[in-house]
């Protein structure tokens, strides 16, 4: 069967509204939001130690792109920068977070001696 140009036409009228609809109507079920900074959850990522075959600054930039940061690298390593507002001042600067280290256990002390713990010498008279 071959294809008239009144079945082409008829079939034209009825995609272009569709595409129409659908052009206006896809952008509603978009949510419009800027991505927040979450510097505790930011922190709690940073406190566990990273798996044996990733570097540091690699799982640091992981962490901080997955809680909407800027991996920022500074003199004291990998840290992580928290968006700039749109209607920031010229003289502001950005937030950057370094990451959080876990605590080191009681064996650390008990590996040096005890000289964390040892008293401060009194001064010489």
Not at 2 to 16: E, F, I
Not at 24 to 41: E, H, I, K, N, R
């Amino acid at each position: 069967m071959a294809v008239t140009s009144r079945s082409g036409k008829r079939r034209h009228l009825l995609v272009l509204p569709a595409v129409a609809v659908a052009c206006l109507a896809g952008p509603s079920g978009v949510a419009y939001a800027s991505p927040v900074f979450d510097v505790d959850a930011y922190a709690q990522c940073t406190t566990t130690a990273p798996p044996p075959d990733q570097d540091v600054d690699g799982f640091v930039s992981a962490c901080c792109v997955q809680f909407a940061g800027v991996p920022a690298p500074t003199r004291f390593g990998m840290g992580c920068a928290a968006p700039m507002r749109a209607d920031a001042g010229p003289d502001e600067r950005p937030l950057i977070v370094l990451p959080s280290r876990a605590l080191p256990d009681e064996q650390a002390d008990a590996d040096l001696n005890g000289l964390i713990d040892m008293p401060v010498p009194e001064p010489l008279p």
